[in-house]
């Protein structure tokens, strides 16, 4: 079921001016206990018409909440600041009103629970022909025959049976369809698709994908489709946005990022994922670390803790996204011209905990002793600050002072010795037991 | 075993490098280093809904999702419990009657029962809360009936909860016919009009105040029993119960390791209440002459006997003992509230 | 219940021959209740329905299907977690269906279970360190509290754990360091088969494959076998030996992984493995996708005959009389040759279908 849109490997092309979504600068900042969560630092896209741009990112990586955005969905505690322009009109700061008459008929949302959108008391063929309803003066038969129809292209089977049930008596993965009839029936110039498929089984995934694939095509909607599964975006998407805590961190035609990621999270990413269609026992090759905090980031680029190519610059000042393969592909990264013809995550990433980072670029610098190999990521210790350790059950009023530096201010220490601060022992000794494995657990 | 694993200390804490020290009383609103730019209040009536219900892997809550380390759980209540004024001011207030009557009984230069020359004064230096027809300090009787009234709440509450909690979390874990008896017994002493029970037994009892408080611990335990047992019946599901089971671990070993830490809050917010429903049932038997009776002094006791006095014009003698029934109430109250707020962990940790 | 016999266990008899865990015709059913007071039952779901395989020791077998097919209750139901309605589990050569409380109790130690949710499998209450040493409590061998103490930060380290943040809680932790938590933790016991269910498909993809790589070391070291419970099928593929696919309680196809992924005989694995989105574009723009018709019947009534065939595209290519048979015959788990013909009871690869035809989906 390839796809008849288009999959140059340049993937642009089609009139850039013809973006029907722009999104500029856009960030969204929650309130917590913690401190403001940057759950979205900046990020920009145009969205063609016709095509479907795919954003794929772990969870925490700020790919909802960007949509959510965009849709006027946040809750009220949340700042949102930017632009984001649906056809040359400004979205964020419309009223309530005007933002209704937006969602749903110009841009359509489909979520990972169907069920948000459905209303469980009435009938499916009722939601449908009020949607039909909304947008074309017929009658109620043909509304009804529209509905139909609809369900028939979204692959509902024995549709007029089906067409006068409740939304309970739906399997999961036919709610999913029929809220993509929902869709269609209101004709969107864009669909915003989270993680649809993510709650389904893969059997099932594929009927869903294989709707909304119908759904754009009859509507000629572009397409926003979210989801953390590469595999989904491969078989989707025509342009790829990569996202890692909070930002755009690579952005490009599919088959530029897949085959020449230009950003060492993307091509993490791809080398941590088992295949299907590989026969040779290779490892897996993992990212070390997990995914920063968004609360009190620190400087630089978000991803330099867990980067095998991290040098000095990486700490202190965040990459900007620029071109790195014509125009269309962008990356954020202060070294991607290190991955020209090194796309393969095992030749930067090691899979092996003992073995010397292959691409290690600086020698002796950060990037050697940095935590590689699957174990690397334990040592992302689970309590962050020092302050916030268990000390708090035994003394709870404490203010617990900690030494860790305030990420706000940028002029603060060099952070490049962030990994020391921490008081955990053991961690400035941190290189001898990975070189010696017999400090390992002996039994 | 694991040669190759070694115990790695490398790469360090990216989630952590960098954090500021915890202030718990920061508040967190400010945009310092934001750039400047339309800041807008998202509309979205239902959105909140879709941001925090029903969609786990939806815009990423503060706590998970962000990989925000949560700090250890009890800092976490300690702090919401501080957010919740009544409930801090309240619990000030009880430390204080508390202070009032055990502390302040035995440095009071009078006692309850000794009789002075003062015969029924109203409130004076001398004798802060009066005195009654007899010249005995009003003071010192509500220090003595606070602490004798406090000590049955305590002792009902205690009691009541530990064995309501293990009833229900009994009953609740081991389900099946069980389940159905054990909440059956507890649905019959539900039906048990306690008052009139407490007055029964109360007349033969009453001047014992370990036997009331045993009565009225034996009267009021249910509510710990059912709710207990709601919460067990969903603790019991979880993974980590089956994960010791897997292990081979005992029911014993499961329900007292595992469950009833789980159902913690809800028991201690459980207790709050029964030491007010204590404190008031004791209050009303009492004051219907079954419960704490002379020489004993109780809060409900004095009140029975300022009522006359009270439409005697000495009003002292009623509103005293009075006043601090409502306060252990009223304050103990609004610290199970703030105790319920505080443990509760959907709370969302956002303030407008 | 049985007594006892000595606490010595039962040799195994004739060592390297006999399966780890045998499996022989395991049903497992719930019962459907009315509601209401009396809640009388009014029927059987069928989740586990007449299965059968083997594990050898050191070997891992992946067993995959879609939600609600009885993957998660087989796991369960081997463990003697939830009471088998019938058929044999043999582990070690002991008869687990038939042991008795203390026996069972024993052989926990043997076999171990690593659950899906690591922010669900683990007690919010209670610090790492004595997560990790409750089974070695339970079954007394924590040893004086140095020697639990060593223990327990051996078992940390060797899931790849700062042994000092043991006096940690788990919620303190990542997802992926709480899943090593579990890991260790069923470990404690030095387990000859450990069942994984679902282990990594809570975690995100660059956290997933650390775990991944650490349960193969870990089989490596320690010659551990696997029961891996997946839906995720390219996770299956990177760890299993041997692959077993479900379909309605059912296991409709077993073989050797390569094998099965390569040359799957059953039309539902075909279509299973198919819809599996592979992450490279010009691979999935080339691929051809069996799209399955409709949802998974209700396993309380489960199709006559062969349980796929009311989504089987192969079905609506056969003739009215080869249709019948689907209908009416319940395909048996055997080796298939060309058509679909039976060859033997103990193929290494086996399929339950009776039109059986190899297909290349990938």
């Given amino acids: 079921m390839s796809t008849e849109y288009g999959h140059a490997a340049t993937g642009g092309g089609r009139n850039p001016g013809g973006a029907v979504l722009s999104v500029r600068d856009l960030t969204v900042t929650f309130p917590s206990d913690d401190g403001p969560v940057k759950a979205v630092r900046g990020v920009s896209y145009d969205l063609r018409s016709g095509e479907v741009l795919g954003i794929v990112g772990e969870s925490g990586s700020g790919k909802s909440v960007t949509s959510m955005a965009v849709m006027g969905l946040l809750p009220k505690t949340a700042r949102i600041t930017g632009s984001v322009e649906f056809r040359g009109q400004e979205l964020l700061g419309l009223s309530e009103k005007e933002m209704t008459s937006v969602r749903g008929k110009k841009i359509a949302m489909i979520f990972q629970d169907p069920m948000t959108s459905l209303n ?106 979210i989801t953390h599964d590469l595999g989904v975006v491969a078989g989707q998407a025509d342009r790829v946005l990569v996202m890692y805590a909070g930002k755009p961190v690579e952005i490009g035609p599919i088959d530029g990022i897949y085959y020449q990621p230009r950003m060492p999270y993307t091509v993490g990413l791809l080398g941590s994922l088992p295949r299907l269609d590989q026969r040779t026992q290779e490892k897996l090759t993992p990212i070390p670390g997990t995914p920063p905090s968004v609360v009190n980031l620190p400087p630089g680029c978000p991803f330099a803790p867990r980067c095998p190519l991290r040098t000095e610059i990486c700490l202190e000042r965040e990459p900007a996204l620029l071109p790195v393969l014509g125009a269309e592909h962008e990356a954020a990264c202060h070294h991607s011209d290190q991955l020209v013809n090194h796309e393969r995550a095992m030749e930067i990433f090691s899979t092996d905990p003992n073995a010397v980072p292959g691409a290690g670029p600086q020698d002796g610098g950060p990037g050697a002793e940095q935590g590689v190999g699957e174990s690397g990521e334990q040592s992302a210790g689970p309590s962050p600050a020092p302050s916030a350790e268990q000390g708090t059950v035994q003394d709870p009023a404490s203010p617990a002072p900690g030494p860790g530096p305030q990420p706000e201010q940028g002029s603060g220490p060099a952070p490049g010795t962030g990994p020391n601060r921490d008081q955990n022992p053991g961690t400035d000794a941190g290189r001898d037991p990975g070189q010696d494995p017999q400090s390992g657990a002996a039994q | 075993m694991a040669e190759n694993l070694p115990p790695r200390d490398v790469n360090d804490e990216p989630v952590g490098a960098g954090r500021p020290p915890v202030d718990p009383n920061a508040e967190f609103l400010g945009d310092q280093g934001q750039q400047p730019g339309l800041t807008i209040d998202a509309v979205t009536p239902g959105g909140e809904d879709i941001v925090t219900g029903g969609r786990p892997e939806g815009p990423e809550g503060p706590d998970h999702e962000f990989t925000v380390q949560a700090r250890s759980q009890w800092r976490q209540v300690l702090r919401r419990f501080r957010q919740h004024k009544l409930a801090v001011i309240s619990l000030f207030v009880l430390l204080l009657v508390i202070l009032f009557a055990f502390v302040g009984a035995p440095i009071w230069h009078y006692e309850p029962n000794k009789f002075t020359d003062d015969f029924s004064v109203p409130p004076s230096a001398k004798h802060p809360f009066g005195t009654d027809s007899n010249g005995a300090d009003h003071m010192a009787q509500v220090m003595a009936g606070t602490q004798l009234s406090l000590k049955i709440a305590f002792f009902v509450s205690i009691v009541g909860t530990l064995f309501g909690s293990i009833y229900g979390a009994v009953s609740g874990y081991y389900r099946g016919i069980t389940d159905t008896l054990m909440m059956r017994l507890v649905d019959l002493v539900l039906t048990i009009p306690a008052l009139a029970v407490g007055a029964l037994l109360g007349k033969r009892f009453g001047n014992n105040w370990l036997l009331l408080a045993m009565v009225l611990a034996g009267l009021l335990w249910t509510g710990s029993a059912r709710v207990v047992r709601g919460q067990v019946l969903s603790v019991r599901e979880k993974e980590y119960v089956e994960a010791a089971r897997a292990l081979g671990a005992s029911d014993k070993r499961i329900i007292f390791r595992h469950i009833i830490p789980n159902v913690a809050g809800p028991i201690i917010v459980l207790f709050t209440l029964l030491v007010a429903a204590a404190v008031l049932t004791e209050t009303a038997l009492s004051y219907l002459g079954f419960g704490v009776q002379f020489p004993d002094i109780s809060l409900g006791s004095l009140i029975t006997s300022g009522e006359t006095a009270a439409s005697g014009g000495r009003g002292w003698l009623f509103y005293f003992p009075g006043l601090f029934i409502i306060l252990i109430a009223l304050t103990v109250n609004f610290i199970g509230d703030g105790l319920r707020d505080a443990l509760d962990p959907t709370q969302t940790k956002a303030r407008a | 219940m049985t007594p006892d016999p000595a606490p010595a266990p039962p040799p195994p008899p004739s060592p390297g021959a006999a399966p780890l865990l045998s499996v022989r015709n395991l049903v497992k059913e719930f019962p459907i209740r009315s509601s209401g007071l009396i809640r009388k039952q009014v029927g059987v779901v069928q989740a586990v329905s007449d299965i059968s395989f083997d594990i050898t020791a050191g070997e891992t077998l992946g067993l995959v299907g879609e939600s609600g097919c009885g993957k998660s ?290």
Wanted: net charge neutral; glycine share 8%; proline share 7%.
């Fill in chain 3, 73 to 362: 209750t087989t796991s369960r139901a081997v463990l003697q977690l939830q009471p088998a309605t019938s058929g044999r589990v043999t582990f070690n050569g002991v008869e687990l269906t038939t042991a008795g409380k203390s026996t069972l109790r024993r052989l926990r130690r043997d076999m171990q279970l690593v659950f899906q949710d690591p922010f669900a499998s683990l007690d919010p209450r209670i610090t790492v360190n004595e997560i990790i040493a409750e089974p070695l409590r339970i079954h007394g061998l924590y040893g004086d509290k140095g020697g639990g103490q060593k223990k327990v930060r051996d078992l940390m380290a060797t899931v790849g754990l700062k042994p000092e943040h043991g006096n940690r809680y788990p919620h303190e932790f990542s997802g992926g360091q709480r899943q090593r938590i579990g890991i260790a933790r069923a470990l404690a016991l030095r387990p000859k088969l450990l069942v994984l269910d679902e282990p990594v498909s809570a975690l995100d993809v660059s956290i997933q494959a650390g775990v991944i790589n650490l349960l193969e070391e870990l089989q490596d070291e320690l010659g551990l076998a696997y029961l891996f419970v997946a839906h995720d099928l390219s996770v299956v593929r990177h760890i299993a030996d041997r692959v077993a696919v479900m379909y309605l309680g059912k296991i409709v196809e077993i073989g050797p992984r390569d094998d099965l992924f390569d040359r799957p005989q059953h039309p539902y694995t075909q279509a299973l493995i198919s819809a599996i989105p592979i992450p490279d574009p010009r691979r999935e723009r080339s691929r051809e996708r069996i799209l399955l018709q409709g949802d998974v019947p209700s396993p309380a009534n489960p199709p006559s005959g062969c349980r796929f065939r009311t989504r089987c595209p192969k079905f609506l290519t056969l003739t009215a009389d080869q249709q019948q048979r689907c209908i009416n015959e319940e395909p048996l788990l055997i080796g298939r040759g060309p058509g679909g013909m039976a060859t033997s009871e103990d193929a290494a690869h086996k399929a339950a279908c009776h039109y059986a035809e190899t297909l290349d989906v990938l």
């Fill in chain 1, 120 to 225: 469980p008391v009435y009938k499916i063929g009722w939601q449908l022909s009020e949607a039909v309803l909304a947008h074309h003066d017929v009658s109620k038969e043909v509304a009804r025959k529209r509905a139909l129809e609809l369900l028939e292209i979204v692959g509902i089977p024995s549709p007029d049976k089906r067409i006068d049930q409740y939304p309970h008596e739906f399997s999961g993965g036919m709610r999913q369809r029929v809220v993509i009839a929902i869709a269609m029936a209101n004709d969107p110039d864009v669909i915003i698709a989270d993680e649809p498929t993510t709650a389904l089984d893969v059997t099932v995934q594929a009927q869903v994908l294989e709707a909304l694939r119908a759904a754009q095509h009859e509507t000629g909607a572009a397409m926003v489709l």
